[in-house]
Structures are given as structure tokens and as C-alpha cells.
């Protein structure tokens, strides 16, 4: 009898204890996944720069578009100098991109002043990508960006 007790009380507080019971409202089960971008920053060795709302859109002929914000709040000027995903690099709208101290680069949207395209990228929506981005004073940042489908809100985003 007491072994079979031991098991029971042994399950019961296994279950409890990870949440397996708890069914749909489960702490593991209520996970979310970012949908409107990713943010990062670059703040070491006097530089401060940041990107926000970062997401690829896939455009019907397999290329995917940049969409993004980012800011330099550096007295000293940076330059974006090249974009890439899946070791492919995306085509600037410039050689490179000048991100002057506190004046937004903004990629797709009413208010663009920049454009970044991955010709051939082949990533279906919902699947994630490494981008990586590389700046000429504040160094290299890496971000797991979602690509998301060229409808609703991203209906606009065109290559």
C-alpha cells in the first residue's frame, strides 16, 4: 500500500508542480510571439544606438522587405553599411546610410527615408530569421526577426 501511495502523491505533485494540469491556462501555454518586431541596442564603448519594430515582410516573388526604425543618439555620426539575412544581403536604397545624431532611419512606411531588400530571401511568413546589421562606428547587431505576410497593416510593403 505505502508504495502505491508514494507514486500517486509523486505524480500528483509532478503535475502541480510543472503546470501540466493547469490545462489551457498554463504559465507555458500563455507564451506569445512577438509579432510587430524586435528591438535591440548597441550601447557599449560610447555608442547609443537603437533599433525598434524590426521584421522582414516576403514579398510574392520570394524577396523580403526591411521594416524598421533606427536612431543614433550619438553626438558622433554612424553610418549603416549593409543589411543580411541567411547569408543573403539585402539592397540598400544607398552604399551606405548615414544615421545622424537623433534623426530617425525609418525603412517602409508613410515616413520611409531608407529601403533594405533581400532579393531571393525564400522565407515563408511566421518563420524567424537572423538579421544582421552592421554599422561603421557602433560594430555589428544581431536580431531574430520575424517574417511576416504582405497583408493588413504590412499590405503596403513592397519591394
Known amino acids: 500500500m505505502r508504495p502505491i501511495a508514494v507514486i500517486t502523491l509523486s505524480a500528483t505533485l509532478a503535475m502541480g508542480l510543472t503546470s501540466c494540469a493547469a490545462g489551457n491556462d498554463a504559465p507555458t501555454a500563455?507564451?506569445?510571439?512577438?509579432?510587430?518586431?524586435?528591438?535591440?541596442?548597441?550601447?557599449?564603448?560610447?555608442?547609443?544606438?537603437?533599433?525598434?519594430?524590426?521584421?522582414?515582410?516576403?514579398?510574392?516573388?520570394?524577396?523580403?522587405?526591411?521594416?524598421?526604425?533606427?536612431?543614433?543618439?550619438?553626438?558622433?555620426?554612424?553610418?549603416?553599411?549593409?543589411?543580411?539575412?541567411?547569408?543573403?544581403?539585402?539592397?540598400?536604397?544607398?552604399?551606405t546610410i548615414p544615421m545622424l545624431e537623433n534623426q530617425p532611419l525609418r525603412f517602409s512606411g508613410d515616413t520611409s527615408n531608407a529601403k533594405a531588400v533581400f532579393p531571393n530571401l525564400n522565407i515563408a511568413p511566421g518563420n524567424r530569421v537572423k538579421v544582421k546589421l552592421f554599422f561603421s562606428h557602433a560594430g555589428e547587431m544581431t536580431l531574430d526577426a520575424i517574417v511576416r505576410e504582405q497583408t493588413g497593416v504590412y499590405a503596403g510593403v513592397t519591394a
Open 30 to 95: 500563455m507564451t506569445k510571439q512577438v509579432t510587430d518586431g524586435v528591438e535591440g541596442a548597441i550601447t557599449t564603448q560610447g555608442n547609443d544606438l537603437s533599433v525598434s519594430g524590426l521584421l522582414l515582410v516576403a514579398q510574392p516573388d520570394g524577396s523580403a522587405v526591411l521594416v524598421a526604425t533606427m536612431i543614433n543618439r550619438n553626438t558622433q555620426s554612424d553610418d549603416l553599411l549593409a543589411v543580411g539575412a541567411n547569408d543573403v544581403v539585402a539592397t540598400l536604397s544607398a552604399t
